[in-house]
Each structure stands twice: as structure tokens, then as C-alpha cells.
């Protein structure tokens, strides 16, 4: 006897839809499995098995063939246990085929029956609303990430029998118990206004948060590179319904969602080791998942220590940060995921961190901080917008609790400062391509919204001219210009803004 279920495979952010079918055939018994099954779906015979048995269904003792459709692409993880349970028992006639119509299902089985909450849940539901499937069987701890998608009926279960009964033509849903509204996100990141000093740095901070541009701190050690780049997350804006549902199904394919939890609200922070590897830092692996570029995805990306990444490591970065996507050529399947970010690297001038201190002499050689900054390619640094220079504060300045300006100066807060950039970001949208930040400004975008006066251009081409700055240096120097004059609201970029962007391209290692 033939049977059917509906289930979804992931393939990097998004599901694409599987057919289950389970045929009963004459021979010995066996459960054979096909359809390009990694080891991880070849190991649910046994836990389907064990599931059926501890859940009080009958076995078939006959051939039993799974194939997992289409038959060309990869399928990978314990999702497809329940589904191929349910197969199975409607193959075996415990179950009706009316019952798994229009219903998709997924979660992985325990040997005892319980169902355990899977990554991707998300995705799945979306792609069954997509397919207008009638409803979503998902395990308890998958609950409340699938119901984010309007529209569609989910159906939790704790175990399979909970499953069987929710495919039960009676079945009416038991009402949830009221929950408390979830806690407010809280803000791990930095105040600025527990940086001192580093006006040049603050600035630059700002800059970063309203244009969307990437930065690069260079500093010896205790200059505030770090607490600097804390601060960032906190100066973007909210995010908007649809932002929190793309990183909320970014982290649920990594795996990172905790169970129960609804959208993902707060701006993603994310600082990967020097040490992670590529699939790491980018994603794919033999179980391909997103990356920590990823899960930075409309939020912040911190590589500290930049100097002490590898070489090849950060190489890989050179496409993804201009186009703002990731696309992992795989034979079976290309990947694809989204990681909008901005990246804030910091690193010491030299290996020994004393390089231009004013205080501490530097220990290396010339030919030691050659190829110290040898690590960074000239692609990848020529791809970062703002490179600051960096200072250890003096004592005066931290015992004060004050900025560069003295005991009348006190720095300001990251909600002063988030007003201002707020006020900058709607001059953007009113001016810019939708969904387009001065980062992203192209060149013909920069002649025809940019709104730059002539002494600005005659000083840019003069400065392009000196510097020998490449193209996409100095489409970049218009950006940080643009983004200075909407700070300071500004309709015309003047050369006033053009000389502050310059302030941020004077580093040369």
C-alpha cells in the first residue's frame, strides 16, 4: 500500500517542499530509505521504529520503501521523522489518507514517541502558507515560531500520539493558557556616555550608525576600540515587522532560536574569535548553516583583534560586504543568505599594540608590521568606508567622566545621539532609492540624489587626483559626505563635509 505526507526540506533560509511516500512491499522486512537522505534522516529508521512501538502502533513486517521527493536534492536533518511516521501508520492503515491531506508536518521523534523541537521551523511554516497547505503539524517547542505566520493553522504536538490526535477530523485545538507579554529585549549594548574622550571616534561611530558604512578602529590597547564598537547596536533604529521576521528565520535555521520565543526585536550583535574558520564566519559546512556574517544580518558585525583573523578568512568577506548577500556555490544546491550588516573591525597598529603611542615605545620591526598588516588585503581594506586612528585617553580626561572638551563637556547619551540619526535617516528615505542607505549609494545615485555643490566635486576630483584613491574609494568619500551633511541636515553636501569625510581616510598602515 502507497501513502503520502507533506513536509519542507531547508535549503539556506528558505524551505522548499517534500513529498514523503511510504510503499509496503512483499520481502523481508527492512525500512529502506532513498531520495538523497544525509545520515542524519538515514538514522530516523531506528527512531521511527522505536517511536511507533513506544507509541502503541503495530509495525508493518514487510519491505517498507521511504522516498523522500524530489529525489535531486539534499535532504538533511531529523525533521522528516514525523512525517515518515505518519506515512508509515497510514501505510499500515492506522491512519486515514484523508487525515494527512493538505497537512504538512515536521519534527524529530524520540524513542519514546516524545517530539522534539527542530531549527528551521519557521521557514517551514512559511513555505507551507505559501503552498496553501490547510495546516502545520509541528513539535510543542516549535509552537510559537510557526504561528508568526498569518494565516495558518498550526497544530503543536508533545509526542506522536498528541499528533494523532491532532490529524483527528474532531479535533479542536485546546485553548492556550494566557501568557505574560514577553520581557522587553534587554540592551546589551555599550551607553556612549561611557566613553570618554575619543571625540574623532564618536563621530566616526555616528557617521557608521546613520549611512549604514563600515568601519575600522586602529588603536593600541585601552583606546576604547572595543566599548566604541558596543555602542553601535544601540544607535540604529528599531527594526520594522518585516526585519524582525527575516532575522527571526535566520536564527531559527542556525538553531540559535530559543524555544518558545517570538520575533527576534533587537538588532543582532554578533563578535566571532579570531580564530573561527570560514564556514564560521560565512556558513555552509557539510551541514550547511548560517554564518556569523549571517546572523549579523541587520544588525552589527564586530571583528575584533582584525590583524588576527586568517588571511583567507577574510578575504571571503571582499563580495558579501559590497553586495550585502551571501551566494555559496554548492553542487547539489547554491545557498543563499542575506547579511546587510555593518562591520565594525578593530586591531592594534603593530603585533606588540604600541605602534604611535605617545607614552609606550613599539618593540617590533618595520618588516614586523609590514606583515603584521600583511593579513589585510588592500581589496578588503579599501571596501571599509571610515578608518580612525585611535589614542589612549588621558587620566584628566577619564577621572573627569567628560569628552575632549573638558569638565563642560559631558559626552553625550546613545539616545541623544539616535535622535540625530534618526533625523538623518528620514532625510535618506525621502531621498534615496527605497530600501537604499548612503552605504549603498551607487554612482549614478551619487550624481543625481547626492545633491553635492560644485566646490565639493572640485575638491573631491583634486583629493582623487592627490590620494591616487581608486573608484570605489572615492564613491565611498561622496557617501560619508552625504551622511555628514544629512547629520548636520544639510540639503547641499559642501566641502566642509567633504573635508570631515577625508578625516576618515587619512589611516595608512
Known sequence: ????????????????????????????????????ADAAVQESRERVRSALRNSGLRLPLSRVVVSLAPADRRKQGPSFD?????????????????QLEGIWCCG?????????????????????????????LVPEGNRAEAALVEGLEVRPAGSL?????????????????PQAPPPKPRDRSVDLQEVQGQAHGRRALEIAAAGGHHLLLVGPPSSGKTLLAQSLAGLLPPLSPPEQLEITQLYSVAGELEQQSGLVSARPFRSPHHSCSSAALLGGGRAPR????????????????????????????????????LRLGRAQQPLH?????????????????????????????????????????????????????????????????SGEGGRDAPPESTAHVAQRIQRARARMVQRNPPGTNNHKLSTRDLRERAQLSQDALSLWEQVMAARALSARSGQQLLGVARTIADLDGDAEVGTSAVAEALTYRSFAP
Request: glycine share 8%; net charge negative.
Open 1 to 36: 500500500m502507497l501513502a503520502r505526507s507533506s513536509t519542507a526540506a531547508l535549503a539556506g533560509i528558505k524551505a522548499y517542499p517534500v513529498q514523503v511516500e511510504v510503499d509496503l512491499a512483499p520481502g523481508l522486512p527492512a525500512l529502506v530509505i532513498v531520495g538523497l
Open 82 to 98: 514525523l512525517p515518515i511516521a505518519l506515512a508509515l501508520a497510514c501505510a499500515s492503515g492506522q491512519l486515514q489518507p484523508e
Open 108 to 136: 524529530e521523534l524520540g524513542l519514546d514517541g516524545q517530539l522534539r523541537p527542530i531549527r528551521g521551523a519557521l521557514s517551514i511554516a512559511l513555505a507551507a502558507h505559501q503552498a496553501r497547505a490547510r495546516a502545520l
Open 337 to 401: 543568505y542575506p547579511c546587510c550588516i555593518c562591520l565594525v573591525a578593530a586591531t592594534n597598529p603593530c603585533p606588540c599594540g604600541w605602534y604611535g603611542d605617545l607614552e609606550h615605545d613599539c618593540s617590533c620591526t618595520s618588516s614586523e608590521r609590514q606583515r603584521y598588516w600583511g593579513r589585510l588585503s588592500g581589496p578588503l581594506l579599501d571596501r571599509i568606508d571610515l578608518q580612525v586612528v585611535m589614542q589612549r585617553v588621558p587620566a584628566e580626561i577619564l577621572r573627569q567622566g
Open 161 to 177: 500520539k498528541q499528533a494523532l490526535e491532532a490529524l483527528q477530523p474532531n479535533y479542536t485545538p485546546k485553548p492556550l493558557p
Open 290 to 325: 548560517p554564518g556569523e556574517l549571517a546572523l549579523a544580518h541587520r544588525g552589527v558585525l564586530f571583528l575584533d583583534e582584525l590583524g588576527e583573523f586568517g588571511r583567507d578568512v577574510l578575504n571571503q568577506l571582499r563580495q558579501p560586504l559590497e553586495q550585502g548577500a
